[in-house]
């Protein structure tokens, strides 16, 4: 089993930037990924982005690429997103996930409780 706990999100302007964080414990393997999904008011939940833990090769959804950056770090088995020049359309709650086998194609095994981010225009 593996526990995520997100940290980090809040209001903020249009333009402005926000860390979220995922502090992960239990049984992670190196060979799987952790990424995150949000999931905005009457839409569907949608992928934003995903690390593999060993080599941190990263994937991003189209609508992030250039604004959001993922980054881990493993002696803390945390994962952060780190998202800038950010728009109204951000607005969601964003989940923290682990435990896919696949980064392109990222399944995850396991979900944080989410955390809140607003985004004002």
């Known amino acids: 089993q593996v526990q995520l706990v997100e940290s980090g999100g809040g209001l903020v302007q249009a333009g402005g930037s926000l860390r979220l964080s995922c502090a992960a414990s239990?049984?992670?393997?190196?060979?799987?990924?952790m990424g995150w999904f949000r999931q905005a008011p009457g839409k569907e939940r949608e992928f934003v982005a995903a690390i593999r833990w060993s080599g941190g090769t990263t994937y991003y959804a189209d609508s992030v690429k250039g604004r959001f950056t993922i980054s881990r770090d493993n002696a803390k088995n945390t994962v952060y997103l780190q998202m800038n020049s950010l728009k109204p359309e951000d607005t969601a709650v964003y989940y923290c996930?682990?435990?896919?086998?696949?980064?392109?194609?990222?399944?995850?095994?396991?979900w944080g409780q989410g955390t809140q981010v607003t985004v004002s225009s």
């Open positions: 996930t682990a435990g896919s086998r696949s980064l392109s194609d990222y399944s995850p095994n396991y």
């Open positions: 239990g049984r992670i393997f190196s060979s799987t990924a």
